[in-house]
T-cell receptor, first 117, second 114 residues
C-alpha cells in the first residue's frame, strides 16, 4: 500500500489565487512528521514546511500553510497568492517512528503546478 | 549553508558496466540517503545510512549497493547497470535525532544506461 498518496498529477492555477495540493498518508505509528518539498524545473529540492504528528496547530511558513487533518490522515499544502515562480513539482513526504528507523522519508508521486499569468 | 555535492550531473553507461555515484556533504550530518526519481513515481528510497559503515535498505535496493566509509561521503554502486536503472538519482543528508530536520538534497545525477 502507498504510504503517501498525491492524487493530483497536475493542475493549473491563476496567478494571485490560492491553490490546495492534496496529500494523504498511511501510518499506524503515533509519532510521525510530514514534509512538503518544491522542485522547480532546475531540479533542486527545496524544503517548504513541516508538520509533526503531535503539533497542535497547523504549520505556516509565509505563503505556505499545511492543512493537517489527523483523523482523516491528510496534510494538504495551501499556497496563497500564487506567483509565477510557484510553477514547479511539489512532493509530500512522511517520516515515521523514532531512532534510526525514523530517519528516512517516504515521498509521494508529486503534483505538478503551473501558474498562469 | 548545507552543501550536498554529487560527483556527476550526467552519466551515460552501457549495460553491464559498474557505476559509482558519489555524494559528499559538508555539515557533519549523520544520516545520508540515496533516492531515485522517476516520472509519476516520485522519489523512491534505495538505501540510507545512519552512521559510518551502517546502512539500511530502502524500498528498492535490488541491483544497488552502498558504501559509507567516512561520515561525509555516501556512495551508490550499480554492480552491473541495466537499462531499467536509467533514472535521476538524488543524494540527501539530514541531521539525526531532530524530528523536524528536513533533508538537504544534492543537484541530482541523471544516469542513462544504454
Amino acid at each position: 500500500a502507498q504510504k503517501i498518496t498525491q492524487t493530483q498529477p497536475g493542475m493549473f492555477v491563476q496567478e494571485k489565487e490560492a491553490v490546495t495540493l492534496d496529500c494523504t498518508y498511511d501510518t499506524s505509528d503515533p509519532s510521525y512528521g510530514l514534509f512538503w518539498y518544491k522542485q522547480p524545473s532546475s531540479g533542486e529540492m527545496i524544503f517548504l514546511i513541516y508538520q509533526g504528528s503531535y503539533d497542535q496547530q497547523n504549520a505556516t511558513e509565509g505563503r505556505y500553510s499545511l492543512n493537517f487533518q489527523k483523523a482523516r490522515k491528510s496534510a494538504n499544502l495551501v499556497i496563497s497568492a500564487s506567483q509565477l515562480g510557484d510553477s514547479a513539482m511539489y512532493f509530500c513526504a512522511m517520516r515515521e517512528g523514532q531512532g534510526a528507523a525514523g530517519n528516512k522519508l517516504t515521498f509521494g508521486g508529486g503534483t505538478r503546478v503551473l501558474v498562469k499569468p | 549553508d548545507v552543501k550536498v555535492t554529487q560527483s556527476s550531473r550526467y552519466l551515460v553507461k552501457r549495460t553491464g558496466e559498474k557505476v559509482f555515484l558519489e555524494c559528499v556533504q559538508d555539515m557533519d550530518h549523520e544520516n545520508m540517503f540515496w533516492y531515485r526519481q522517476d516520472p509519476g513515481l516520485g522519489l523512491r528510497l534505495i538505501y540510507f545510512s545512519y552512521d559510518v559503515k551502517m546502512k539500511e535498505k530502502g524500498d528498492i535496493p535490488e541491483g544497488y549497493s552502498v558504501s559509507r566509509e567516512k561520515k561525509e561521503r555516501f556512495s551508490l554502486i550499480l554492480e552491473s547497470a541495466s537499462t531499467n536503472q536509467t533514472s535521476m538519482y538524488l543524494c540527501a543528508s539530514r541531521l539525526a535525532g531532530l524530528n523536524t530536520g528536513e533533508l538537504f538534497f544534492g543537484e541530482g545525477s541523471r544516469l542513462t544506461v544504454l
